[in-house]
């Protein structure tokens, strides 16, 4: 030994070099620039020495290049702590206090392999703290990452697995897979997603909601609830979308990345992989169903691999940089494809598009003139809409088998449009909180199903006509061909022509002879009724039946003996209680009990046109809450109102509001609104209105009258006679005054049994004439167009 030991001294080794030798370099402890050292090893494989393990995938290493101790992760690998992070002062369900399960063993697992070891590591990122993230390469060829996984010692870590490249993460993919299945260590409590619906369904795509959500119609489901299903892209989260009635913004890429959604799937058949649900917010116990969607492979894909998916929906989109993929939490579910989302998501960063991008991002708000509900407005756009004779736009809404909201670009605009020539059964309509106000005519809801399947935020050429007194445009629609280019204008493209021929509408006989394609509908209707299709199925039934109805003839007019006036419009305007009706003192009786049990406050809810609540009024006799119907809401968030039990209508800030309760809504409006039959309409403006509007209070208010019902209009406004309690006429005492006067048109629809209440109206007005009160002051006023009438 003291031989050998001369000799080292003599060959300056070891301990014997020279104190400037390179031997004799001392290691770094500690300050590494992590950035640094992956800049400087990147793509390189760094000889280093394992020098203690934390954790299964935390350890501390010598690089034996530059002889610095740094602290060292598995990239895309998380196993439990063994000293766990003290739980924070207050917490009670903190970490806890030893050892995380399995943590132990983990950590034996790496010692037992790694720990004084020379390994090869790959420097692949660093951490805001100067950690370094990579992969070991042992000198087996195995994998230790893998290994920890596929031994259920730990998890897949998706912020670090960015790092490491597409074929190593589907390797870690894989071993945690079959660790799962397995229920092995940290998946010991693991339990499979059970899900509501089937695992892969095929559908088309019938609407975007917004960039990470769609709707697909499934036609191969057994019921028709279950036919429209809405479709959650896995692991995505879109940029919002704003509320209008809350004036809330679109954040921003929201609309682009909606449209995007749009153009690429819609109307196209799709492949969907459900691969987790979660309880909708809504806790109404619905559930939101997680998928990756697919669209179909092209031909020549299938003919190389017949087992070839096409685009993935939610790769496309953050790619695009529309979207950014979810940050999950260990325990959570994912996508299926998540280092493809992460792969494509590192791509768009890269590229900084949209999202990722460094400009200022584009205006949130489109400026769109809405033509919708402003007919004035909307016919001042109708030469600009007819200046060419075709005008390319995009389905917004359907609100029933003919009628559709659509987006025209070259004007910017929104506008109703109705297909012309043509009639469908219509759709039920709802009401505030889903109510159904008109129940849907036989056919009505699968002709608007058709509709929205076909054309919903579809391209569409229209041929605009004309409009109607409403603003509605009217004329052609011809459906632009899937994938775009320009449509066809043949019968094919007709959308009115499909609609006849699927039996689920009919020709106008007095709309059509102002189409210029008439003549095509019609020879599609009569196909249609050649093959019996679903309306002309029963028509000739439902005709038979009409006729017989017809000649019933009625023999007297329905009768409310108890009823009072709960408002009045103007002086042939107004609403009608029955105070013979349980129902009217029940609902004054909640609404009484609601008031006392909530006091004066108002309460924070989503206020939007059509919503029923509870508004607070004041009636003279103090505040209280009485139900009504938002007929429009502000800018400043006050909202107009009907008093719908009454009929009155208010204007109250949103303080004084609140969402109804329960018991309460289950009740129908309790006050009726009502004209007098056979007596023209004065409106409080004109003149004498106002008069005629006092006189009928005058005459009429707070009394109980009794209520002879002639007819009710389409929209369901009752034409009526009130009598006083002593029987008199309360019409034919404006009529006597000259405040009112007949509708000549209206009299030419005298049924004989009315014949006497007609004739005490006349003989009224003649009264009024001849003493030239009020509107016959001047002598006949009547004009020569009413008189041919």
């Not at 695992?199 to 499934?218: F, M, N, P, Q, R």
């Not at 009429?700 to 019902?709: D, H, N, P, V, Y």
């Not at 004009?783 to 009438?789: A, H, T, Y």
Request: hydrophobic share 40%; charged share 25%; aromatic share 6%.
């Amino acid at each position: 030994m003291l031989a050998q030991s001369q000799v080292a001294q003599d060959e300056k080794k070891g301990m014997f070099a020279d104190a400037d030798a390179e031997s004799n370099a001392t290691v770094q402890w500690h300050g590494a620039d992590g950035a640094a050292l992956v800049q400087q090893f990147k793509g390189q494989l760094v000889p280093a020495i394992v020098e203690a393990v934390r954790d299964g995938a935390s350890m501390r290493v010598i690089l034996k290049p530059s002889l610095q101790l740094v602290s060292f992760g598995l990239a895309g690998v998380q196993c439990p702590r063994v000293n766990p992070p003290a739980p924070q002062e207050g917490e009670e369900n903190g970490a806890p206090a030893g050892p995380a399960p399995h943590a132990r063993e983990a950590k034996h697992f790496t010692e037992v392999r790694l720990l004084h070891r020379d390994v090869e590591l790959k420097l692949e990122g660093v951490d805001k703290y100067g950690n370094l993230f990579g992969s070991v390469v042992h000198h087996s060829g195995r994998n230790i990452s893998v290994e920890l996984l596929k031994n259920g010692l730990g998890r897949m870590a998706d912020w670090s697995s960015a790092f490491t490249s597409a074929s190593a993460r589907a390797a870690m993919r894989t071993a945690e897979k079959e660790a799962k299945q397995q229920k092995l260590r940290v998946w010991r409590d693991y339990e499979a997603p059970v899900l509501h619906s089937a695992k892969h369904l095929t559908g088309t795509v019938v609407e975007i909601i917004s960039g990470d959500c769609l709707v697909v119609y499934l036609p191969d489901t057994t019921t028709a609830a279950e036919q429209e299903k809405r479709i959650y892209l896995s692991s995505l989260r879109a940029p919002r979308l704003g509320n209008a009635r809350r004036q809330e913004p679109n954040a921003p890429y929201a609309a682009e990345a909606k449209e995007f959604l749009r153009h690429r799937a819609i109307a196209k058949t799709v492949h969907i992989e459900v691969e987790y649900e979660k309880p909708s917010p809504s806790g109404q116990g619905d559930v939101m169903t997680f998928a990756s969607v697919f669209l179909e492979p092209s031909a020549n894909a299938l003919k190389k691999n017949p087992h070839a998916k096409g685009a993935n929906l939610a790769v496309d989109i953050v790619a695009a940089g529309l979207a950014e993929v979810v940050r999950h939490r260990p325990d959570e579910e994912k996508s299926e494809y998540y280092d493809d989302l992460v792969t494509a998501e590192t791509k768009a960063q890269t590229q900084k598009k949209n999202l990722h991008s460094t400009k200022e991002p584009p205006a949130t708000e489109r400026r769109v003139t809405d033509l919708c509900f402003d007919a004035t407005k909307a016919k001042q756009f109708l030469p600009f809409l007819t200046r060419e004779r075709s005008t390319r736009a995009v389905v917004e809404h359907v609100y029933s088998a003919t009628r559709v909201k659509l987006f025209v670009p070259k004007e910017n605009c929104l506008l109703n449009f109705v297909v012309a020539g043509i009639k469908c059964p219509q759709p039920a309509r709802h009401g505030a909180q889903g109510v159904i106000v008109a129940p849907a005519e036989p056919l009505g809801e699968e002709a608007k199903l058709f509709t929205k399947r076909s054309v919903m935020q579809r391209e569409v050429m229209v041929e605009i006509e004309d409009m109607d007194r409403g603003g509605n445009a009217f004329g052609p629609l011809f459906v632009v061909r899937n994938g775009g280019g320009k449509p066809l204008r043949d019968d094919q493209h007709n959308f009115g022509v499909r609609l006849l021929e699927e039996g689920l509408a009919w020709v106008d006989s007095f709309s059509v002879e102002r189409t210029a394609l008439g003549n095509v509908l019609q020879r599609a209707e009569e196909r249609a009724k050649a093959q019996k299709k679903k309306y002309w199925a029963t028509h000739d039934a439902q005709a038979a039946a009409k006729a017989a109805q017809a000649k019933q003839v009625k023999t007297k007019d329905d009768v409310i003996p108890r009823v009072k006036l709960s408002e009045i419009v103007n002086g042939t305007h107004f609403y009608i209680q029955n105070v013979g009706d349980r129902n009217c003192a029940t609902v004054e009786e909640k609404m009484k009990a609601f008031t006392k049990t909530h006091g004066l406050a108002g309460k924070t809810f989503e206020v939007r046109r059509n919503a029923v609540c509870a508004a607070l009024f004041d009636d003279g006799n103090g505040p209280a809450w009485n139900r009504a119907k938002v007929e429009y809401v502000h800018p400043d968030g006050s909202a107009r109102v009907r008093l719908f039990d009454y009929g009155n209508e208010t204007t109250v800030a949103a303080n004084r509001l609140r969402p109804l309760d329960a018991d309460v809504l289950q009740f129908p409006p309790q006050a009726k609104e009502a004209v007098f039959a056979w007596i023209k309409p004065l409106a409080a403006t004109e003149e004498f209105g106002a008069d005629a509007a006092m006189r009928l209070g005058e005459v009429a208010w707070g009394k109980t009258l009794s209520c002879r019902i002639h007819s009710t209009e389409d929209h369901g406004r009752l034409q009526v006679s009130l009598y006083l309690p002593d029987g008199k006429s309360v019409a034919e005492n404006l009529l006597e005054t000259g405040l009112l006067r007949t509708d000549r048109k209206a009299l030419r629809h005298v049924l004989p049994y009315q014949k006497a209440v007609v004739d005490g109206l006349i003989n009224a007005q003649e009264t009024a004439k001849k003493q030239r009160r009020c509107l016959w002051q001047y002598g006949d006023i009547e004009s020569d167009d009413e008189q041919g009438l």
